[in-house]
């Protein structure tokens, strides 16, 4: 199964628990695209594994059981600043976008690294552009 297939079903998966229109989901996606701020889903799990998480960020990105995350740890992976700039996009508290993201990040971050490996930057792209296609 290739990288579209795997995005199309996580992205049928997480729209079905969370509805077509989550804004926090959306912002999650434009996070992940290689010219955001933090350089993408490289840019993520380094800042996961910078601060003290990468045990559990590398479980997403390995090929075995996804180790869970925190709301907490969240808080730690990503640190308050950004934490507060993907809920205030989303309209919710630093609290509710944590406790989403625990639920989010762990699947989403797996299906974008089939094999256990970060992919090309353009087929990240192509699968982000899947994904918001199915956002939108």
Same mark, same amino acid.
């Given at each position: 199964? $290739?990288?579209? *297939?795997?995005? +199309?079903? /996580?992205?049928? +998966? ?5 509805? #077509? !229109? ?16 933090? +350089? ?5 799990? %380094? /800042?996961? %594994?910078? #601060?003290?998480? +990468? *045990? @559990?960020? !590398?479980?997403?990105? &390995? =090929? $075995? ?8 740890? @969240?808080?730690? $992976?990503?640190? &308050? *600043? ?6 205030? %996009?989303?309209?919710?508290? =630093?609290?509710?976008? &944590?406790?989403?993201? /625990? #639920? ?15 992919? *090309?930057?353009?087929? @990240?792209?192509? $699968? ?9």
């Amino acid at each position: 199964m $290739g990288l579209f *297939d795997q995005l +199309g079903q /996580a992205a049928t +998966g997480m729209l079905g628990q969370t509805g #077509n !229109n989550n804004p926090l989901l959306q912002a999650v996606v434009g996070l992940l695209a290689q010219n955001s701020h933090v +350089g993408g889903l490289g840019g993520l799990i %380094q /800042a996961f %594994q910078k #601060n003290g998480l +990468g *045990d @559990i960020v !590398n479980s997403w990105v &390995g =090929t $075995g059981k996804n180790l869970p995350i925190s709301p907490e740890q @969240i808080h730690q $992976g990503l640190g &308050g *600043d950004l934490l507060k700039q993907l809920a205030s %996009q989303a309209g919710l508290s =630093t609290e509710a976008a &944590g406790g989403q993201l /625990a #639920n989010l990040l762990p699947g989403l971050i797996d299906k974008l690294t089939p094999g256990g490996k970060i992919p *090309d930057s353009t087929l @990240i792209e192509q $699968g982000l552009t899947l994904l918001r296609g199915k956002l939108g």
